[in-house]
């Protein structure tokens, strides 16, 4: 079929056409296609518990330690949206989204084999005497690989749950949901593996000549990890059964003749021209999206890291009390994703009486205060005696645990609120939901690459630290918190009680 220039134009004046809507898809079948989250999440939980300690046992200075997760944001700048335009457009015989799921799932096994032998690599290529260098080039590599792998994963995953909801308000927060509670599942088990010093005996093949027994224990993680994500994709893609995009769509690709062909030039063209399209209640979602991550992300960055030092006074490498601290940190994670997943259950209830913006500017707030607390605990610490063996007093770990665990309730909201919201708003603009999941991500990343470049310098420019960071991340958990519940308006779904 022909098509004249002034269709191109037209076609090219505007976002994507709306893509035909899927037949409503029962929850169980939201439940099983969302369980992939718990396998991605258990490696994410190792890597927030174990690896910024493990950088730092490699002698990366902790001033750099920030630079090293860098590639989470920048990958998820550039892999998300591209991967989500991809999936939107993927002609395959097994769907639109699942191909990518099981693409980005092999990547992650990968990336752990290399992240957890990066010192038997970097003693291949010639590590002795002290010096690691190979292993460090090995475990960044890794590293930044993982990030890759996570995000090609996320976005399709998320992408399909919305597919399968299609415009129902309701259904597509409790997919979200059902996300949320699979990550909490998957940290739980993540951090339970990181607390858990004991896994080289149960491998004992793991301890090596380049690999001692807290390198071997994260090695042994990182294989439970493999086994974990091989399970969680084979449920989620069994479940998440796709038409192929030419399947009942030509009208799809007739109106869209010009980008179709050009795919790089329309991923571009669509990504950065659809923010021209948004309207003012999608811009306030995506601002408080970018300020909440930036609250979080140094609280990602260091939070066993917090423990360690701030809490236990220990240094990496330097006696018992900074592994000590880690793994208490490790278990401060694992309790929060207990809450997180019961938040998770009653999110549906709590969205409906409250309305989702005024809920998620509440839990951000929440967030702020729990921040600041960190603050008061960790100048306590600092300026309590010690108790035996030079540990902190049972008072100070027990206040940074209650801490971590309250963070799970904002964190659960974080995990689904503004994509449930971001999904239905953005629908109306016709843009398929790999795309929009893309324009969301960037909210999230943009953020996090500013704190990953920024907070190493900040936190040495006041004497090195982790407070520094947190103080910024209160004051734009507390802004972030105040534009959610002024700003956002209720939905339909919110004020009829969830009932379309």
């Known amino acids: 079929m022909k098509v004249s220039e002034g269709d191109c134009r037209r076609a090219r004046s505007r976002p994507a056409v709306r893509e035909p809507a899927p037949a409503r898809a029962r929850l169980r079948k939201l439940f099983r296609v969302a369980s992939v989250a718990c396998g991605i999440q ?8 174990l690896l910024t300690p493990y950088v730092q046992e490699l002698g990366i200075p902790h001033t750099f330690a920030s630079l090293i997760w860098l590639c989470g944001p920048l990958s998820g700048f550039f892999v998300q949206p591209l991967v989500g335009h991809m999936s939107d457009r993927c002609k395959s015989r097994f769907g639109r989204r699942r191909p990518f799921i099981v693409a980005g799932s092999a990547l992650i096994v990968l990336a752990v084999l290399i992240i957890g032998h990066s010192a038997d690599i970097g003693w291949l290529l010639g590590d002795r005497d002290g010096s690691k260098v190979g292993a460090i080039a090995a475990f960044v590599v890794g590293f930044w690989l993982l990030d890759v792998a996570n995000n090609t994963t996320q976005g399709p995953c998320r992408a399909l ?7 129902d308000h309701r259904r597509t927060r409790v997919a979200n949901a059902y996300f949320s509670l699979f990550m909490a599942v998957g940290n739980v088990l993540g951090f339970a593996t990181g607390s858990y010093n004991g896994w080289f005996k149960i491998f ?14 994260l090695k042994s993680a990182f294989f439970l990890d493999i086994a974990f994500i091989a399970i969680t994709t084979y449920v989620s893609i069994s479940a998440g059964n796709e038409l192929p995009l030419n399947h009942g769509s030509s009208h799809f690709h007739e109106q869209m003749p010009e980008q179709l062909s050009h795919p790089q030039e329309a991923f571009f063209w669509e990504l950065f021209g659809t923010f021209k399209y948004l309207s003012g209640p999608i811009w306030i979602i995506l601002l408080v999206t970018a300020l909440s991550w930036i609250g979080w992300f140094p609280f990602f960055l260091y939070d066993t890291d917090w423990m360690g030092r701030e809490i236990y006074g220990g240094e990496p490498n330097e006696g018992q009390n900074y592994n000590i601290g880690v793994r208490m940190g490790a278990l401060g994670l694992m309790l929060n994703s207990v809450v997180l997943g019961i938040t998770s259950l009653l999110m549906e209830m709590l969205c409906r009486k409250l309305g989702a913006g005024v809920l998620w500017g509440i839990s ?6 729990c921040f600041v607390s960190m603050l008061i605990i960790s100048y306590t610490a600092n300026n309590k005696d010690k108790v035996a063996d030079n540990l902190p007093p049972d008072g100070v770990v027990a206040a940074a645990l209650v801490v971590f665990v309250i963070l799970g309730i904002p964190l659960a909201i974080t995990y689904s609120i503004p994509y449930a919201l971001i999904s239905s708003r953005i629908e109306a603009l016709g843009l398929g939901q790999g795309l929009s999941m893309g324009v969301l991500n960037l909210a999230i990343v943009i953020p996090q690459i500013v704190v990953s470049i920024g907070s190493g310098p900040w936190d040495q420019l006041f004497g090195g630290g982790n407070s520094p960071a947190l103080a910024v991340a209160a004051v734009a958990a507390f802004v972030s918190g105040l534009i959610g519940i002024l700003a956002i308006p209720r939905s339909r779904a919110d004020k009829s ?3 379309q």
């Open 364 to 369: 951000n707030i929440l967030m702020s205060l």
């Open 42 to 49: 258990f490696g994410w939980a190792l890597q927030l518990s």
């Open 161 to 167: 749950l919305a597919d399968l909801t299609g415009n």
């Open 204 to 217: 004992p093949f793991t301890v090596t000549s380049a690999c001692n027994a807290e390198c071997a224990n």
């Open 497 to 499: 009680g969830g009932h």
